[in-house]
């Protein structure tokens, strides 16, 4: 029997599927890690985003047989981390938190966002979250938050 081998929020696990398998499918059904939402199935909303080896991605676009040996880090395990709390408080201080679906992937992308320039422009943020769709236009709210992220949380990233 073959499997895929990865590294799930900092764990090795072995993966027994099929390689065409959507990582996304993977996370939500056989380790019931749901903070990635199905939202388009097409890498255009970035419900779905995970950090796959330090980048983000659409786990919908991505099959298991690519993330042989990766590492892939989901909200569940990145909320686990000092990075989450600052991100978190700043989140929750500004209220760009709505209804709620994007915001897994909006932290996701605020990580690596800052994890690239920890002192972003305006520019630059809402480049990074680009890939992110807010469909309750919370964007202006969002920025600010990274921004005050980026702050408080000088020296994490």
Not at 35 to 51: D, L, N, Q, R, T
Not at 61 to 88: H, N, Q
Request: proline share 2%; hydrophobic share 35%.
């Amino acid at each position: 029997m073959e499997y895929i081998e990865f590294k799930l929020n900092g764990k090795e696990v072995k993966y027994e599927g099929n390689a065409s398998d959507r990582l996304l499918d993977v996370l939500r059904n056989t380790y019931k890690l749901t903070g990635a939402k199905c939202g388009c199935k097409e890498g255009e909303c970035g419900a779905c985003s995970v950090i796959i080896d330090g980048r983000l991605a659409n786990s919908c676009m991505v099959a298991m047989g690519r993330i042989y040996g990766s590492e892939v880090m989901t909200i569940e395990g990145f909320s686990k981390t000092e990075k989450f709390k600052v991100i978190s408080k700043a989140y929750g201080d500004v209220s760009a938190v709505q209804c709620g679906f994007c915001t897994p992937g909006m932290i996701l992308a605020t990580e690596c966002i800052l994890e690239k320039n920890p002192h972003p422009t305006e520019m630059e943020i809402r480049n990074g979250i680009s890939g992110n769709l807010c469909r309750c236009t919370g964007y202006n709210a969002i920025v600010k938050a990274i921004q005050i992220a980026a702050k408080e949380g000088e020296g994490l990233w």
